[in-house]
Structure formats: C-alpha cells, structure tokens
C-alpha cells in the first residue's frame, strides 16, 4: 500500500472514529449547554470554539450548572479548572480560608510580566508591599494630589477634546478617550510624568499600545494548558510572539522614567512631589540594582490597576447611559444643587467632597460596575485539599477560577432583574447606599486583597461622570459593531464605543 492511500485510510477511520465518538457523548449529555467531554482532549473543545465570546459561554455554563462547574482538560495536562460565582466560594477563598489560597506559582508564571509586584506576592513579600502602598495610597498629600489633579484633567484636557469633537460632529471612539484619560491620570499619580495622550491630535503612546497586547496575552494564558503557552512562548509564535515586544517597551519607559526622576531628585530634590515613584525614591535604602528592580515591579503594577481598570469602568458606564437615558436624567437632577465652577469656555466642574456625598451617581456607577467588571475573572490555587462550602472538593494543583461577570448575572445572587441595569438596587428605602458585600460584588477585590485604589478609582470616576454627563450628550453611532467585551484580562470593548458628542445646553 502506498504512502498516500495509507494516509487518507488512517484519516478516514480518525474522521469515522470521531464522528461516532462525537454522538456517543452527545447522546450521553443532558445539557447543551454543558460542554462536552471528549477522549483525550477533555472539554477544551468546546473551550476554544467559545473563545471568541469566553465570558458569556462561562456564564451560560454557570448558569445551568448551577454557580460552579468543574472543568477537565486534555488528557496528562495541569488544566483542572473549577469554574465558580457563588459568593459562599468566594467568602470561603478570599476570606474565611485565605490562608490556603495564595496566588501560588502558577499565576507567577502567567502574570510573569508583573515580576515580583504586590500582585504576584505572597506571604511577607506581599504584606511588607501591601503595608507600604497603603501607607502612601492613605496619606493625606496622596489623596489631595488624586483629587486636584483628576479635577484638573478633566477641566483643561477631557472636557475641551470633547467640545472639540463636538463641534466637528464627527463620530468618537468614547474608549479610546477614557483610555488615553486614564493612561495619562495613573502615569502622573504613579510617575509624576503626563504623557498628554488626551490632546486634540490623539497621539499614539507605545507604552499603552504594550501595555494593550500584553494583557491580551495574559488572558489567552488562562484558557490553554500551560504546557502549550510556554512551548509558544519558547519559540515565539502565535500570541506570545507580542508578549517580548511589549515587555521591551514597558521596561524601556519605565527605566527612563526611574532615570529621569533620580536625576531631578539630585539637582533639585522631589522630595514636594506627591507622586508615588518619588516616594518610593525617597524611601530608597537598599542598593541600586535591587531598588530598580522593585521600582520597577511596583509601578508596573500600580498602571495596571489604575489605568486600564478605570478606563474600561467608564466606558461601560456611558454605555449604560445611552441605554438608560432616565439615569442620566436622574444623576442631572442630583447634580443640580452641587457646587459647580464654570470654565472661560463655559462649561461645568464640581468640587471633589460634595460629589462624594452624591447617593444615586455612586450608585450607578456600582451597577456598571457589577455588570461589567474590569477585572472579570479572579484566579486561585489551593495549597492544601479543602472542601467548599458549596460541597466541591478542590486539590493542590487545581485552579480556582472566579468569574464576576457571571456572578453579576445569577439570579440567585441578585434577583430575576439581574441582567438589567437598575441603579436603584443600590439604594435603601430611606435614600441612603445598601451595604453589599464584597463577596457579592467583587470588582475590588475581596478580603485581605481588596483594592487599596478604590477610594482613589472612585474619586477618578465621579469627576469624570458628573463633568461629562453635565456638559455632553452621547448617542451612539447606528450600525457600529456590537459592543461587547474583547478577550482580555481587562474587560474592554471588543470594537471600541463609537458615539456622537453634542453640547448639553446648561441652563443658568
């Protein structure tokens, strides 16, 4: 027999072989919706044919399971997932029993970007960075520093780029706006430096657009064995090939920043600026290489909590509002006695401490929040076996998976509207905030690892909405593609969120 006739024999009898294997299983599987388990490859076929739409297939599993599923690999892989949104779980991994559930070496090697930053840390290393972050993060100049600076930016940069494109009347990717907002806030509290990525012009910032491909790559890392991630990474193909790349940029800005800091601190001091690289400059006591590298660990990852987190809440939140113009009416009404400053092109400011006692924007932008978390899953490991409270024994070795954007759509945890936006589920009969719990509504984190920047996001938050929804309209571009989330560890728009501007006419 001929080398060919073999070949297309041996690829007939595979195809019949799984054609029935296909239908054995089929017939077997009560849900659908359940993926199906197949010999030697496990679920992950079903994985990767829902990829394109990875947290809405979570949910919809989720969904029927129901809150926690375990999910199976290919055969001889480390893929052990247990997929779970039941807040009991939760409680249980942040809270209760955290102690046995670390990020763990696992997720190091995933976020291996990220080095040694509080992030990855465990242990002492993590509670000797968490300890200093929020000494720094709490301070009083810090905190002053956040909210006059974000007060500023939205005044003289935010606000007169929207008027511009307003005025053109040209559609505007309102993403892209939040996200250059957002890059240039975090890099001035973490750096001291603006880039002023939020210009008429619209410059392009190859520290964003790296900071863009590597968290695509980081979630991709998530969802295969990790055999086949580190093979690729190894030979540079596929998705890893922009991971070098990217990781050469950051490092390259991040270097010449710590350089250009140390050199003003030398001529003149910085020992008045209230951002946080300069105190950890000041602070400096052990040797150069080390410091570097810990200057360096810790400010990667105070931009990636800052920047890309805030930036995807407020473009979730707008688009919420072009949904539900009776909110953006309702937080219009709660901003008119507020004390407000007018700009010499005539449009609208509010001062920081009177938007914080604000009930009903806090609350809307808490449900955004809930539905569209920026960080929509949690990744953990357990150190010892232990059983869950919903009964599901976990193992060393397997990965403890939590999907917040599934959870912001069980209907046991949030009732049978959970999937609508109602900001008024926030609010109590007697018109102040609901208490929820962090392990209900996770977009900060829960436990001892809850964010110590949600104070600080909030503050960003309130002056852009209450400035924006003051002084514009949006409505989006008819015909754009579905606004969806984009296969990133960040929840950001797949196609980005085309709007039209218009001048809101403000009324003395």
Known sequence: ?????????????????????????????????????????????????????????????????PLNFRFTGP????????????????????????????????????????????????????????????????????????????REKVEKALLPLLAHVAGKGQPCNLQDVFLRLTFDTTTTLVFGVDPECVAIDLPEVPFACAMDDAMNVLLLRHIIPSTWWKLMRRLGIGYERKMPVAWRTI????????????????????????DLLSSYINDEEEDAVTVDAFLRDTTINLMLAGRDTTGS??????????KNPRVALRILQELEPVTSTTTPDGMVTFDQDELGRLVYLHAALCESLRLYPPVPMEHKEPVAADVLPSGHEVLPG?????????????????????????????????????????????SFNSGPRTCLGKDMAFVQLKAVAAAVVKNFEFEAVPGHHAVEPKLSIILHMKNGFMVRVKRRQLHA
């Open 313 to 322: 809440a407020l473009s979730w939140f707008f688009y919420h509002l072009t």
């Open 398 to 442: 397997d990965k403890i998976v939590v999907s917040l954007y599934a959870m912001g759509r069980m209907e046991s945890v949030w009732g049978s509207d959970c999937r609508e936006f109602r900001p008024e589920r926030w609010i109590s009969e007697d018109g102040k905030l609901r208490y929820v719990p962090s392990y209900r509504f996770m």
């Open 75 to 150: 055969l001889s892989s480390d893929m052990s997932l247990f997929l779970t949104c039941d807040p009991a779980n939760v409680r249980h991994v942040f809270n209760s029993n955290f102690a046995n559930y670390p990020k763990g070496h696992e997720f190091a090697e995933i976020f291996d970007i990220l080095g040694g930053g509080i992030f990855n840390a465990d242990g002492e290393s993590w509670r000797r960075q968490r300890a200093k972050a929020q000494l720094l993060m709490s301070g009083p100049r810090f905190r002053a520093f956040v909210s006059r600076y974000s």
């Open 251 to 274: 490092d390259r800005f991040i270097a010449d920043t710590i350089a250009k800091r140390r050199v003003e601190k030398a001529k003149v001091g910085i020992e008045d600026s209230a």
């Open 1 to 65: 027999m001929s080398t060919l006739a073999f070949l297309v024999e041996f690829l007939l009898s595979f195809l019949c072989f799984s054609f029935l294997c296909y239908y054995h299983v089929k017939s077997k599987q009560k849900n659908s919706i359940i993926p199906l388990q197949w010999p030697v490859l496990g679920m992950l076929p079903g994985l990767l044919a829902n990829c394109y739409r990875l947290h809405d297939w979570i949910t919809s599993v989720l969904v029927v399971s």
